[in-house]
């Protein structure tokens, strides 16, 4: 099992940034594929970004259209914690961000192909 714990939601104005963590505890894996996933009211699940392991300390990046160029996924393996940092947001950002974590290392932006998920933390960004 993995736990995952996110944190670093709140409320914004439009053009501010915030920087998501996510904590990660039980049988960890460097290789597992870790990801971003969000959820507006009333909408469904929506990638939004993934951090693949593709080699010794070597992850490629991957991001939704909607904010690429505006948004960073990144980890610190040393204490098993993943960040989305998050520049210019728009009032569009505001949903429940959640951290996932897929044994896949092939796993991308569907939702289903991760078994493990965090509580979710609440980015609100006003305009």
């Known amino acids: 099992q993995v736990q995952l714990v996110e944190s670093g939601g709140g409320l914004v104005q439009a053009g501010d940034s915030l920087r998501l963590s996510c904590a990660a505890s039980g049988r960890t894996s460097n290789s597992y594929t870790m990801g971003w996933f969000r959820q507006a009211p009333g909408n469904e699940r929506e990638f939004v970004a993934t951090?693949?392991?593709?080699?010794?300390?070597?992850?490629?990046?991957d991001y939704a259209d909607s904010v690429k160029g505006r948004f960073t996924i990144d980890k610190n393996n040393a204490i098993n914690t993943l960040y989305l940092q998050m520049n210019n947001l728009k009032p569009e950002d505001t949903a429940a961000y959640y951290c996932?974590?897929?044994?896949?290392?092939?796993?991308?932006?569907?939702?289903?192909?991760?078994?493990?998920w965090g509580q979710g933390t609440q980015v609100t960004v006003s305009s």
């Open positions: 951090l693949k392991w593709v080699g010794t300390n070597t992850y490629y990046a």
């Open positions: 996932a974590a897929s044994i896949r290392s092939s796993a991308g932006g569907r939702s289903s192909e991760y078994a493990y």
